[in-house]
């Protein structure tokens, strides 16, 4: 199932993006900020819209599944670390996965939608990159690289899950922050010093 799971999460990326502007979780929207593609003003409206987005699906799929007679949600697809990772994987390295894969997930949308970069393709590269991310995540920390996604379900799973949410906002958005400033040193700083 796991394989199954990330081939489709990176296939609706790539399904979305048919443009230079990939669809964004609030991660993506502050790397882009960071990287000085995205207004700092926009920023906190459209973190809120995500996180508002992400708790009435999971409200939906929470009605749904609970239909089913004898349903335990269990932990609900949240995120989490020590006894709640997956594979029951520390706060450190939870941490620091997190982290890494949303420095690279960024790294990618940045460089495939950035001027030189072939028009109506960035798509491939972006989901690949995330079905991979997933791949590699899951069995961590449940993938999360996006905290709307991990407070969604986090708030029907409750106690102990919410309880941990802090890693899944912190780490995310430090990864998309690094992401973003490296990104804009790269790019950016060449062509205002007249390097390339």
């Known amino acids: 199932m796991l394989p199954l799971e990330a081939w489709h999460r990176g296939r609706t990326v790539l399904a979305r993006s048919k443009s230079r502007t990939p669809d964004r979780s609030p991660t993506v929207g502050i790397g882009l ?49 020590g006894d709640l990772s997956p594979g029951k994987y520390g706060l450190v ?9 949303t420095f690279f997930f ?12 072939a028009v109506g393709f960035a798509g491939i590269p972006i989901g690949l990159c995330l079905t991979l991310i997933h791949l590699f995540l899951i069995p961590v920390t449940n993938a999360s690289v996006n905290p709307a996604r991990s407070t969604g379900p986090a708030l029907f799973a409750g106690g102990a899950y919410i309880a941990q949410l802090w890693l899944f906002w912190l780490a995310p958005i430090l990864g ?5 400033v490296v990104s804009r040193w790269q790019h950016d700083l060449p062509d205002a010093l007249n390097l390339r």
């Open 106 to 117: 960024l790294y990618v949308i940045i460089g495939t939608t950035s001027k030189g970069a």
């Open 93 to 101: 390295s939870c941490f620091l996965i997190e982290v890494i894969a």
């Open 33 to 81: 900020w960071a990287g000085g593609r995205f207004k700092a003003t926009d920023v906190v409206p459209y973190l809120i819209a995500q996180v508002v987005g992400a708790i009435v699906a999971a409200g939906v799929l929470y009605m749904i599944a609970s239909g089913k007679p004898d349903w335990v949600p269990g932990g609900f697809a949240s995120n989490g670390y």
């Open 176 to 180: 998309a922050a690094i992401a973003g």
